[in-house]
């Protein structure tokens, strides 16, 4: 382990920083801010994810993953305590439904403005993340 090691920042590839910026401000109420030259939001616990423009041409990734086809390298599983409430709110605020879906009734795949997948998961009558497997 490396001492006082943490992470600082999550960094999301986009063809519209500021769009994506934009709809994960207002699916997670964070606050937007300019970070390092990119657009950034930032939760109250500190928590930073940055959108930055790639110096080619974006391509979105594809789910599910496809041989030879851009994978998604990453995603975003975030516990709600509403699962249809959240999917609807996401989905207003410009996300879709992927069209192949695994979670049964415990978490939904979307896929954010650019292309990611993320899951909103499902969270118990405490409030905990449930975990998808």
């Given at each position: 382990?490396?001492d006082?090691?943490?992470?600082?920042?999550?960094s999301?590839?986009?063809?519209?920083p500021?769009?994506l910026?934009?709809?994960?401000?207002?699916?997670?109420?964070?606050?937007?801010?300019?970070?390092?030259?990119c657009?950034?939001?930032?939760?109250?616990?500190?928590?930073?994810?940055?959108?930055m423009?790639t110096?080619c041409?974006?391509c979105?990734?594809?789910?599910p993953?496809?041989?030879?086809?851009?994978?998604?390298?990453?995603?975003?599983?975030?516990?709600v305590?509403?699962?249809?409430?959240?999917v609807?709110?996401?989905?207003?605020?410009?996300?879709?439904?992927?069209?192949a879906?695994?979670?049964?009734?415990?978490?939904?795949?979307?896929?954010?403005?650019?292309?990611?997948?993320?899951?909103?998961?499902?969270?118990?009558?405490?409030?905990?993340?449930?975990?998808?497997?």
């Amino acid at each position: 382990m490396v001492d006082g090691i943490y992470i600082g920042d999550i960094s999301i590839d986009c063809g519209d920083p500021e769009g994506l910026r934009g709809f994960y401000a207002e699916l997670l109420g964070w606050d937007r801010r300019m970070m390092y030259g990119c657009p950034a939001v930032v939760s109250k616990g500190g928590f930073v994810i940055l959108f930055m423009e790639t110096d080619c041409v974006y391509c979105p990734p594809i789910w599910p993953e496809t041989p030879g086809a851009q994978q998604k390298q990453m995603h975003f599983n975030f516990a709600v305590s509403d699962l249809p409430a959240a999917v609807e709110a996401a989905v207003r605020l410009g996300a879709r439904r992927a069209a192949a879906q695994y979670g049964g009734g415990q978490y939904v795949t979307l896929l954010d403005p650019a292309g990611h997948p993320f899951c909103l998961c499902q969270s118990n009558a405490a409030g905990q993340y449930q975990n998808k497997d």
